[in-house]
């Protein structure tokens, strides 16, 4: 099972907003609405963004939404803020039972 | 809240064997699936494989690079999930997290611990 394709980084300014892709196949992201993001600051754990390709956990900001068109996901990011500086990594379920993650992004607020 | 504690991790030669336990508070452990998640040194994350709840069978499902090496299982009178590691690799080297999913069926992973590295050289 391949990553998924991510962009290695995108960059923005305070309070703008940008869009994270994330490519996979019929197999996993097209197949299925099981796209789950996940945000990851440096020396930390990863932490559920999204899930279900635009659900937001409890306590996530509303500045985060997902959305899904055919094989490619994305995550967008609106009102840029300091704190939104991490890598993100998209993950989806998969034809063969299993789960397959993004090659990841690095989110920097310029 | 949710705590997961990993440990079991350090350094081993290839070839060898390895056991990784996650300790596990603040949820009903017993009803909630558990997968094992890795990250490479600098790289992406891997999910490395999942065991359901009793209730749905304690079934296991693993990612092709690992299966048949490495095997999850639970304990839920300790509320600890283990994974098993043999014939380790050197590509086997990251840390590796606990992760939960407390809605079964669903397909994402609600929480995750702090993780332990798993070192595998000569």
Not at chain 1, 92 to 108: A, E, H, L, P, Q
Not at chain 2, 7 to 13: E, M
Not at chain 2, 32 to 37: E, F, I, L, R, T
Request: proline share 3%; with cysteine.
């Amino acid at each position: 099972q391949s990553a998924l394709t991510q962009p290695a980084s995108v960059s923005g300014s305070p309070g703008q907003s940008i869009t994270i892709s994330c490519t996979g196949t019929s197999s996993d992201v097209g197949g299925y609405n099981y796209v789950s993001w996940y945000q990851q600051h440096p020396g930390k754990a990863p932490k559920l963004m999204i899930y279900d390709v635009s659900n937001r956990p409890s306590g996530v900001s509303n500045r985060f939404s997902g959305s899904k068109s055919g094989n490619t996901a994305s995550l967008t990011i609106s009102g840029l803020q300091a704190e939104d500086e991490a890598d993100y990594y998209c993950s989806s379920y998969t034809s063969i039972s299993n789960y397959v993650f993004g090659t990841g992004t690095k989110v920097t607020v310029l | 809240e949710v705590q997961l504690v990993e440990s079991g991790g350090g350094l081993v030669k290839p070839g060898g064997s390895l056991r990784l336990s996650c300790a596990a508070s603040g949820f009903t452990f017993s009803n909630a699936w558990m997968s094992w998640v890795r990250q490479t040194p600098g790289k992406g994350l891997e999910w490395v494989g999942r065991i359901r709840s009793k209730t749905d069978g304690a079934t296991t499902d693993y990612a092709a690079p690992v299966k048949g090496r490495f095997t999850l299982s639970r304990d839920d009178s300790k509320n600890t999930l283990y994974l098993q590691m043999n014939s380790l690799k050197t590509e086997d080297t990251a840390v590796y997290y606990c992760t939960t999913t407390l809605l079964r069926w669903t397909t994402y992973f609600d929480n995750w611990g702090q993780g332990t590295l798993v070192t595998v050289s000569s």
